[in-house]
């Protein structure tokens, strides 16, 4: 198989290709455990994920890495979301980081 395109998407949207997939066919061994994982972890569905993308992407700072992680941890508190952010966390103003704190609390 030849991989043409990597695109980053949250954990519920791959949940939902594979939850599609097995529809059709049984998944091999590692889209099996894949989808059992993210079956426990998934948080919101698809439709809340591209609201809080959308929300997220008005801010400028905000890669598309960042947004997507954003949407698969949903960081309630500072301490948390420098956890997610990691080495990025302190290119945010602290009124960004408020406000992407309110939007995920949505």
């Keep these: 198989m030849k991989v043409l395109k990597e ?3 949250p954990a519920v949207k791959a949940f ?3 939850e599609e997939k097995a529809k059709q066919k049984e998944l091999n061994y590692i889209q099996k455990n894949t989808y059992d994982i993210l079956k426990k972890f998934v948080k919101i569905d698809e439709k809340k994920a591209e609201e809080l993308k959308v ?3 008005k801010i400028e700072k905000l ?3 960042h947004i997507i992680l954003l949407i ?5 508190d500072k301490d948390e979301l420098k956890t997610v952010l990691y080495k990025d966390y302190n290119m945010f103003k602290e009124e960004e980081k408020n406000q992407i704190l309110e939007i995920l609390k949505k």
């Design 55 to 57: 929300e997220l992407s």
């Design 7 to 9: 695109v980053l998407i």
């Design 72 to 76: 698969d941890f949903l960081p309630q």
């Design 16 to 18: 939902k290709i594979l």
């Design 63 to 65: 890669r598309e890495k």
